[in-house]
């Protein structure tokens, strides 16, 4: 809103004719803005927030909406973040993100900021690029007068096409009158068929691009309303198409530099700049390197990623980041809080040891390109979702299927983006078109019912639907099998599948298609050709939930199918044997095993078994908290009380499908209805009650509730008046329900329930089903799956397990009768019994920690273990049992069966298909962990573990793990951060006194000694660590205990010494996947190469190993056989190692099986079969990677809903020009926007609201009625209410495309309306710039007048009149007279300027006051006003001194005159001479009488005045002429040419003056060739020396070459210094400049710098000796004459270099060169301006041309100030153009410059 009030005021200044103008009014509008912008405020009061950017505002605000504080450190934090952050907030919010996690995300860049990391703290505003390095305020006007021009110009364009239009109008009129025709009979079509008629679907995308275009435009432009909070990414330009089309092609690509999407035209390049920093600064990780390097280390853990390896580098066990449980906690530092399990640390630190010095260095995930820090998690899973699927989903059409389909749309169901989903694109389909053309009687059916039956030509589709097909059919031709054979048969050879067109392929001709086409015909021959409808995971499932009683799989159409209606609309029996063939191979595609895969991944057991059997019901919703939560929300509304069982939904299904046939809805009682067998129906009586309700409420059948369930508001059987109307497809639409009953209905159909309905099961744990529902289809399952298996719940479980056939509860007929324990009065038939008493033996032992993972974890850690024991799984999977536990009867229930049931696991079911029940590892008791657990060291007393003795014998009260308070602190090393208490601690001393041999060192003493050890038979540990067992042995008996407790537990702190890991390196040695692994697992599943264990891990295990190798099974199975084994165990021992041996095979073979132990777990496997097929679980893997997992469908769900609530609106009283802005501005009727009107009306009522109010509303829609769109003003109809003024009505963008297709108020343009559009566009574009560069015109010359406003420059206080040189009669001394004449002090009454106190004479001081009081209006506030105000100044043209008042005002009443016009023309002048001394230039080759060799003279011969003839005859002219037009390019705006542009210039370099137009300014068309090297050269250095006069100086005028730019000259190698000099004159020369190299311009420099700052600058002008640098080393120079190693970039000599090398000059040297210098700079004695001379102000020398800015004043070499308030190039020291370096002092008067200059 501020631009475009700016940009309008703007557009006003072309009429202005004052700055001052602009200035005031510019300034009342700023105000209006900033009070309205606070108005807008709601955080007030708060200094830190007021100055923070605007975007964080608007972040805080939302986070305040949401109920969080936002303390003032974090408002302190924030305010350290950059400009360019700012724009990534802006990015951010875009794509959906939470404000919490941007918040996340600021916070760690501002604590970079913070800590003097960031890298734009210290940028300064740069000045725009605008050619405004001349004059400002005269710029400002001519930019404004060329502009006005402009827009004539571009006025009549605009005449021209509206002229165009007017002639285009009845044309478009007759093309939307066909248009309409046709739309008009395929509605017809559709809807006689019973579908929905949507436009929006058949229009060509590209006209749906256009019109959402220009709804765009029209809504950010032109709209009042406020859109700043709404997704700003609208613009064609910024779809992935086009960014790729920038990645790959940059600026040489076609479709992003395009004026307007598609069109042949490029934009300008200022629009082109902004979309390619767009592209730089957006979506940057979307680049194909970004995906390349996210293929490359993805599987990668997070913590082994640079950040984190560096903590541990540098910080170790006080690192916060590399030691955090997760991702997230390491991001934010908080691993001290939430650390990883001491096992999991000591694992990273292993690899960290042999991964560094970086780790893995992943690209991708940076939190901006380039940067070391990562990306938020959230950031990197939207990321990788990316790289995985690309964002197909975010589009508009994915975004507006969301609003109609709801939680069924592709987007929440299909990873990558679905092809040929369509019915017709089937390969049925395509093989009818391609066969038989128009006569096909398939793919031309209306409907796909009809085109399974090839009625085609009885129920055909509308010629505009068929067009469609046509149309993607010729475009698809290369899906026909004969080219995806070729193919197959020869790969990237082949010729066929490449062709562009189907006759190229047929012919063998033609170039082949891009490779970005060829990658998309490849991918769809891979994945392609296999995606029938019915294959979808949903229709698994129902297949393997329900069989052939199943209401979706076996459906006709998938209609059909989706709908319910498999039973009442089937599909033909051998197609339905097809899919059950298909289904019994793919039993794995159902949902469930796609989450175990992505919850548990390489470790999942579910997805890897043999087959569907032992996961039945493994489904998470079936759990009994699940059911539960059913049973109080949803079971009152579709399950009544046993006495209405028959309401039901299968019930009403059953009559409506039967009637009086059906014998479910006719028993007697329920449990004759479940069976459905008709052989004890009701009543008379009763049947005639039940089919009245039936005929009452039929829609509440499954069929009904299913097209509810899909379809929404746009279902018609559901909403329809009654079944007949609901089964007619023809009158379903036409014989609706009344509203009050549809409501009814709706409101029956949703599902309640904050748990069982839920997406996941993390979210149906967290009780968040409504944020985050499953499919409303989904829901009717699950509630239908509920009502039927009551008897899977627990309790029946229980009484199955207690009391077998004699149960009173599991055997009922139905659940009232299973409550009431009543099986014996009313069971259930014996066929069903014995269903239930299948499933309790084989599948009830379903709970999640029965799983194998929570298994192991039991096993391997026991009570230590943080999995088996969380209350539910997604706890577990987090590690959270400690903090979530569940409760002691159900952990003390789960330890017991795990001791049971702890084989069945993949490591022991391996051993089982390798030795059967009898193998080493499942043919234990227990697991051996479990069986050598220690149960002293576990729970509460952890500290008794092995590593905590050896801590407390090694360090005493110094150890950092014993002594800490818990095992997490223990583990990472904060015993003195985080201590126990000291009675804890003295309890744990008192014991290590009685158990310090227990230590591993002990241990390993007795291991490797025996009884000759000298540590573990010691008396006491002081004993030990001296080494002293020998002679301080403990008694006998002791000894004794202490052996056998290192028996006892002997190996069983180390998995990888099971034997199991000790046969995998006996027959594999290094090459073994088992013991090589990090990990038990990981090893169990022979991941060694994935997941491996450190190299000096590896190494211990391998010398071990080699020590142990008899303990591997075959081995133990030769032992156990006795005498009748081959003795292999016994190979090599001694006496003494066979005795060892025996005695270890006898403690470690553990308690056999019984007989009947071993048959359980027999039958057990064999039940549970694993897919042992490499390739077949490889196929299981790629399929479940492109399946959707909860978590994504989630994130997906998150971004639609806020993108819906986001959509851009504009006001309804807006719509006739935003129709207009479609239509080439043609309005429209008022009967078309009432069309439109009721179009968005119905489009609203028909938007599927899958979420329901108990969701809430969404970020974004803080205003939004019911359905979330923003509408808070509507009536019922939807279209605004007018009793609610306060809140506007609204249409949205997505509304408007879909009102606008149905009405067809669209008409596409044609060539001629195209390129008009693409004028325009660049019209406009270039209308931007114009407002751009004219803003940033007049803030320049805002900026220029407060400069003027503040004080005098440099110039205006230094200048010396060429006729009055003395110093005191400096402007400065003027001043300083006027200041206080009486002060005896003023620097004006010293006898010289160096500021030494010597008072001149009297006499002397009335003399100077006479002539400050003649010259008072030569002080610098009167040249200041001269400056400001021009001929507008009244001050300085008085006649005398104005009256002052004691401020130096001048007084209101003050009546002095006003002076001579002579006197002030005079006055004029000397200002002007003044500021640009360089007008006073007198050319060096100027006689003494040629005054008017100067080029302000020439200037004024080029504009026509007559003062450069004065005092001249006809000979004299004529001379003068000629040497005026000689010497052109000697004008002040030529020479300020080449300062700005240097080379780059083309004016002056031109052979002849270039031809002008009656402004002065060279003509576009002007082609005058350029002058010849020489000339350029020649031109060059004159400007050179008129820009710095010194450099022509000479002492003898005779000896022209004796000059500095000629010392120079011959230092530099040049030629030039050698004119017209034979051999001695040139060695006479030669050594003239040898002796004088001190006079070169750069030492003058030198010199002039040194005085005023000594220290800042080496003195080489005080060297006895040159330089080497200084030519006369010719030798050793290079292409300057300087030395290389003595220069930096600009050929300066280094700042570092030392003041001066070898013998310092004399006094008497000194002093003069001193004098020397002192003389070569006075200032240039120009001619004096005589009286006459006419005033010639300063002219605009050429019209902007958008050149780079100088940071130099052109006219006076002034420094630019570097605060001006625009940001572009950074400001150098140096000319960008010549390459000069910048000087800080005056180049006339030596003068140091000051920093305000």
Same mark, same amino acid.
Do not use: C, H, V
């Given at each position: 809103t501020v631009s475009v009030l700016y940009w309008k005021l703007l557009t006003e200044l072309q009429s202005l004719s004052s700055i001052m103008v602009f200035q005031h009014r510019y300034e009342g509008v700023k105000e209006d803005m900033e009070e309205s912008a606070k108005q807008r405020r709601q955080l007030v009061g708060n200094n830190l927030f007021e100055n923070l950017g605007e975007p964080i505002k608007n972040l805080l605000q939302e986070i305040e909406k949401e109920g969080k504080d936002v303390d003032d450190k974090t408002l302190e934090l924030l305010s350290h973040i950059t400009v360019k952050q700012l724009a990534k907030i802006f990015d951010m919010l875009g794509q959906g993100e939470d404000p919490?996690?941007?918040?996340?995300?600021?916070?760690?860049? &501002? +604590?970079?900021?913070?800590?003097? /990391?960031?890298?734009?703290? =210290? #940028?300064?505003? /740069?000045?725009? %690029?605008t050619g405004a390095e001349r004059d400002p305020i005269a710029f400002y006007k001519a930019l404004e007068a060329a502009n006005a021009a402009k827009a004539e110009e571009y006025e009549q364009m605009e005449e021209d096409r509206q002229q165009l239009r007017l002639a285009k109008a009845k044309e478009r009129e007759k093309r939307r009158a066909e248009k309409q025709k046709e739309l008009e009979a395929a509605k017809k079509a559709v809807e006689d068929q019973g579908g929905w008629w949507k436009a929006a679907e058949h229009m060509p995308e590209k006209d749906k691009n256009a019109i959402n275009n220009a709804f765009d435009k029209f809504a950010t432009k032109e709209s009042d309303f406020d859109n700043g909070d709404k997704d700003q990414d609208g613009e064609w330009w910024k779809r992935d198409p086009f960014r790729r089309d920038w990645e790959r092609h940059k600026a040489k690509g076609k479709k992003w530099t395009a004026v307007i999407e598609g069109a042949p035209e490029k934009a300008t390049d200022a629009e082109l700049a902004v979309r390619e920093e767009f592209y730089k600064g957006n979506d940057w990780w979307k680049a194909d390197r970004y995906k390349r390097d996210w293929e490359a280390t993805k599987d990668a853990d997070w913590w082994k990623e640079e950040p984190y390896i560096k903590d541990w580098q540098q910080n170790k066990h006080d690192g916060a980041r590399w030691k955090a449980a997760d991702e997230e906690s390491g991001l934010e530092s908080e691993g001290h809080t939430y650390p990883a399990p001491p096992e999991e640390q000591k694992r990273r630190e292993d690899w960290y040891k042999a991964n560094g010095p970086r780790g893995v260095v992943k690209k991708w995930n940076a939190a901006t390109e380039g940067d070391p820090e990562k990306c938020s998690v959230p950031e990197k899973d939207a990321r990788e979702e990316f790289y995985r699927n690309g964002d197909w989903w975010k589009n508009d059409d &994915?975004?507006?299927a969301f609003k109609e389909q709801g939680l069924d749309a592709d987007a929440l169901n299909f990873a990558g983006q679905p092809q040929d989903t369509e019915w017709w694109k089937q390969e049925p389909y395509r093989e009818d078109y391609f066969k038989n053309g128009d006569k096909g009687k398939k793919w031309a059916a209306a409907t796909e019912g009809a085109g399974i039956d090839g009625t085609a030509d009885k129920n055909p589709a509308p010629e505009v639907e068929k067009k469609r097909r046509e149309d993607w059919y010729k475009n698809n031709w290369w899906k026909q099998p004969e080219y995806k054979d070729d193919w197959k048969k020869n790969g990237k050879n082949g010729k066929m599948w490449k062709a562009p067109s189907e006759d190229a392929a047929k012919a063998g001709t033609g170039k082949p298609v891009g490779e970005e086409e060829k990658r998309h015909r490849e991918d769809w021959y891979k994945n392609g050709g296999d995606d029938e409808w019915w294959k979808k995971p949903q229709f698994v499932e129902d297949y393997f939930q329900k069989g052939p009683e199943g209401r979706h799989w076996g459906g006709k159409t998938e209609e059909d199918g989706n709908g319910g209606r498999a039973q009442e609309n089937p599909a033909a029996p051998e197609e339905k044997q097809k899919r059950e063939d298909w289904y019994r191979q793919n039993w794995w595609k159902q949902p469930k095993y796609t989450d175990d895969f992505h919850k548990n991944g390489a470790l999942g057991a579910a997805w890897k078994a043999g087959n569907d059997g *032992?996961? $039945?019901?493994?489904?998470?919703?079936?759990?009994?908290?699940?059911?539960?939560? @059913?049973?109080? $929300?949803? !079971?009152?509304? $579709?399950?009544?009380?046993?006495? #209405? @069982?028959?309401?039901? *939904?299968?019930?009403?299904?059953?009559?409506?499908?039967?009637?009086?046939?059906?014998?479910?809805w006719t028993a007697a009682d329920e449990t004759h209805g479940i069976e459905g067998k008709g052989d004890k129906p009701a009543s008379p009586e009763e049947q005639k009650k039940r089919e009245d309700w039936y005929r009452d409420n039929w829609w509440k059948a499954p069929q009904y509730a299913f097209d509810w369930a899909k379809k929404g508001p746009s279902g018609k059987r559901w909403k329809a008046a009654s079944k007949a109307a609901a089964d007619d497809p023809k009158k379903g639409a036409k014989e609706p329900c009344s509203e009050e009953e549809e409501k009814a209905r709706d409101a029956w159909y949703r599902p309640v329930g904050d748990m069982w309905r839920a997406l996941g099961e993390e979210a149906g744990f967290a009780k968040k089903a409504a944020e985050t529902p499953c499919t409303q289809s989904d829901a009717l399952n699950r509630d239908e799956w509920y009502r039927n298996n009551w008897w899977k719940a627990p309790e029946y479980i229980e009484d199955w397990k207690k009391n077998?056939?004699?149960?009173?509860?599991?055997?009922?007929?139905?659940?009232?009768?299973?409550?009431?324990?009543?099986?014996? !009065? =009313? *069971? %259930?038939?014996?066929?069903?019994?014995?269903? +239930?008493?299948?499933?309790? +033996?084989?599948?009830?032992?379903?709970?999640?920690?029965?799983?194998?993972?929570?298994?192991?974890?039991?096993?391997?850690?026991?009570? =230590?273990g943080a999995k088996w024991n969380a209350d539910n799984r997604p706890n577990a999977d987090k590690s959270g049992g400690k903090e979530h536990p569940c409760t002691p009867e159900e952990k003390e229930e789960r330890d017991e069966w795990y001791k049971k049931n702890w084989w069945k696991t993949p490591q022991a079911k391996d051993d089982w298909d390798k030795n059967g029940a009898a193998g080493p590892v499942c043919g234990r008791k227990l697991p051996t962990a479990v069986e050598r657990q220690d149960p002293e060291a576990t729970g509460d007393d952890w500290w008794k573990k092995p590593e905590f003795i050896e801590d407390w014998m090694k360090k005493g009260d110094a150890g950092k793990h014993w002594t800490a308070e818990d095992p997490v602190a223990a583990a990472a090393g904060q015993g003195h951060k985080k201590p126990a208490t000291d009675p804890e601690k003295e309890a744990r001393e008192q014991w290590y006194k009685d158990n310090w041999w227990k230590a591993p060192s002990c241990v390993d003493d007795w291991a490797k000694n025996g009884a000759a050890g000298k540590k573990w038979g010691a008396v006491d540990p002081e004993a030990t660590k001296a080494n002293e067992g020998d002679t301080k042995p403990a008694s006998d008996d002791e000894k004794d205990k202490r052996e056998d407790w290192y028996r006892k537990h002997g190996d069983a702190d180390e998995w990888w010494k099971r034997p199991e890991f000790i046969e995998d390196y006996a027959k594999a040695g290094p090459a073994g996947k088992k013991w090589t692994a990090g990990n038990p697992t990981a090893g169990a599943l022979g991941q060694g190469q994935e997941c491996p264990a450190s190299g000096p891990e590896k190494k211990k295990r391998e010398d071990w190993y080699k020590d142990n190798w008899w303990k591997a099974p075959e081995y133990s199975e030769d032992w156990a056989k006795g005498p009748a084994g081959e003795g292999k165990w016994k190979k090599d021992a001694t006496p003494e190692e066979e005795k060892a041996r025996d005695a270890w095979f006898r403690e470690n073979q553990g308690e056999p099986l019984s007989p009947e132990e071993q048959a359980e777990r027999d039958d057990w496997f064999k039940k549970h079969p694993e897919e042992t097929s490499d390739p077949q679980l490889d196929k299981r893997e790629e399929w479940f990677k492109k399946q959707l997992s909860d978590d994504d469908k989630a994130r997906r769900m998150d971004w639609l809903r806020d993108r819906a609530a986001n959509d851009k609106c504009i006001l309804e009283d807006e719509l006739p020009e935003a129709l207009a802005a479609i239509n080439e501005g043609q309005k429209p009727t008022d009967k078309q926007v009432k069309a439109i009107l009721d179009a968005v009306a119905k489009a609203r009522k028909a938007e599927k609201d899958d979420f329901g109010p108990e969701a809430g509303k969404k970020k974004g829609a803080a205003d939004d009625d019911d359905d979330g769109m923003g509408r808070d003003g509507d009536d019922e109809d939807g279209m605004g209410r007018d009793d609610d003024e306060e809140k506007p009505k609204v249409i949205t963008q997505d509304e408007f495309l879909k009102a606008v297709a149905e009405t067809n108020m669209y008409v596409p343009p044609d060539e001629d309306e195209l390129e008009m559009q693409a004028e325009e566009e660049r019209v406009n574009q270039e209308k931007d710039e114009m407002t751009r560069q004219e803003e940033e015109a007049a803030y320049l010359a805002m900026d220029a007048e407060e400069e003027i406003a503040k004080q005098p420059e440099e110039w205006q206080k230094k200048y010396v009149d060429p006729e009055n040189p003395e110093w005191w009669k400096r402007p400065e001394f003027i001043e300083s007279f006027q200041k206080d004449p009486e002060d005896a002090e003023a620097d004006w009454r010293m006898d010289d300027e160096s500021g030494k106190k010597r008072p001149i004479s009297g006499e002397e001081a009335a003399e100077r006051e006479q002539w400050y009081k003649d010259n008072w209006w030569k002080a610098p506030k009167f040249s200041q006003e001269w400056r400001r105000d021009d001929d507008n100044g009244d001050n300085w043209k008085k006649q005398s001194r104005p009256e002052e008042e004691d401020d130096g005002a001048v007084r209101e009443d003050d009546e002095t005159p006003e002076a001579s016009p002579e006197e002030i023309k005079e006055r004029e002048d000397w200002f002007r001479n003044a500021k640009n001394p360089e007008r006073q230039f007198k050319d060096p080759e100027a006689k003494e009488d040629e005054w008017w060799k100067t080029p302000k003279f020439i200037e004024d011969f080029q504009e026509g005045g007559d003062d450069c003839m004065r005092d001249a005859d006809e000979d004299e002219k004529k001379k003068r002429e000629d040497w005026f037009k000689d010497n052109w390019w000697k004008a002040p705006k030529y020479s300020t040419e080449w300062r700005r542009d240097g080379e780059a210039g083309d004016n002056w370099k031109k052979a002849g003056r270039p031809d002008e137009d009656e402004d002065g300014m060279v003509r576009d068309d002007d082609e005058t060739p350029e002058a010849t090297p020489e000339e350029v050269k020649e031109r060059e250095q004159w400007y050179k020396n008129a820009k710095n006069p010194e450099r022509t100086f000479k002492e003898e005028e005779d000896d022209w070459w004796q000059t500095p730019e000629n010392i120079e000259d011959f230092q530099d190698g040049g030629d030039a210094c050698m004119r017209d000099a034979d051999e001695d004159e040139k060695e006479k020369r030669e050594q003239w400049y040898k002796d004088n190299w001190w006079k070169a311009p750069k030492h003058m420099e030198n010199w002039t710098k040194a005085q005023k700052e000594p220290e800042a600058a080496p003195d080489t002008w005080m060297r006895a000796a040159a330089p080497v640098d200084d030519g006369m080393k010719r030798d050793e120079e290079d292409d300057d004459g300087m030395k290389r190693d003595d220069e930096d970039d600009d050929g300066m000599k280094r700042d570092d270099e030392e003041p001066f090398v070898g013998e310092k000059i004399t006094p008497e040297q000194e002093a003069e060169r001193v004098a020397w210098y002192k003389k070569a700079i006075e200032p240039f004695h120009g001619e004096k301006l005589k009286d006459d001379e006419p005033f010639k102000g300063e002219k605009l020398e050429e019209p902007f041309s958008g050149e780079k800015l100088k940071d130099e004043d052109p006219f006076t070499g002034e420094k630019l100030k570097d605060e001006d308030p625009f940001v572009g190039e950074k400001l150098k020291d140096e000319d960008p153009f010549t390459g000069e370096k910048l000087k800080d002092e005056d180049p006339f008067t030596g003068e140091k410059l000051k920093d305000e200059d």
């Open positions: 919490e996690t941007i918040l996340a995300w600021l916070k760690r860049r &501002a +604590r970079k900021n913070r800590a003097g /990391k960031d890298e734009w703290k =210290d #940028e300064r505003k /740069k000045m725009i %690029a &994915a975004r507006q *032992p996961n $039945t019901d493994k489904e998470w919703w079936k759990q009994p908290p699940f059911i539960e939560n @059913w049973s109080t $929300t949803m !079971k009152p509304k $579709t399950k009544p009380d046993d006495q #209405e @069982w028959w309401k039901q *939904p299968e019930y009403i299904e059953d009559f409506n499908l039967k009637g009086p046939e059906g014998k479910k077998g056939a004699e149960g009173k509860k599991w055997p009922a007929g139905n659940e009232a009768a299973g409550k009431a324990g009543e099986a014996d !009065k =009313d *069971p %259930a038939s014996d066929e069903e019994k014995q269903k +239930r008493d299948d499933w309790y +033996r084989n599948n009830a032992d379903n709970e999640w920690w029965k799983e194998p993972q929570y298994i192991e974890d039991w096993g391997q850690n026991g009570q =230590d």
